[in-house]
């Protein structure tokens, strides 16, 4: 059974930063690429970043460019996003998610196979 446990969230204050973990099981993690979504209350979801099977090609979303880190850790079956710089905005529920085989990180949910269950991040002061 796959399983992906999105840890990290939490309440910080505007300026601050936070880092994420989503620790995966019952999957060969080496071989997938590996995503970030989230999803604001009365927003669609929304893509974050994404690291490809290999770790050495990141995407990022418009909203994090400039203040994020992707990393993947292949060891640990763990991926981590860490986001500097917080601000209300990105307040929102944070989904990892495993896409498609080694396939490329990619900003479309669509092709991502597994998702954990998220992990609320708020900024507030």
């Known amino acids: 059974q796959v399983q992906l446990v999105e840890s990290g969230g939490g309440l910080v204050q505007p300026g601050d930063s936070v880092a994420l973990s989503c620790v995966t099981s019952?999957?060969?993690?080496?071989?997938?690429?590996m995503g970030w979504f989230r999803q604001a209350p009365g927003k669609e979801r929304e893509f974050v970043a994404a690291?490809?099977?290999?770790?050495?090609?990141?995407h990022a979303g418009e909203s994090v460019r400039g203040r994020f880190t992707i990393r993947r850790d292949d060891e640990k079956n763990t991926v981590f996003l860490t986001i500097d710089n917080l601000k209300s905005e990105d307040t929102a529920v944070y989904y990892c998610?495993?896409?498609?085989?080694?396939?490329?990180?990619?900003?479309?949910?669509?092709?991502?196979?597994?998702w954990g269950q998220g992990t609320q991040v708020t900024v507030s002061s």
């Open positions: 690291v490809n099977w290999s770790g050495d090609l990141v």
């Open positions: 019952g999957l060969a993690f080496r071989k997938y690429p």
């Open positions: 998610a495993a896409g498609r085989l080694r396939g490329p990180g990619s900003p479309n949910a669509a092709v991502y196979t597994y």
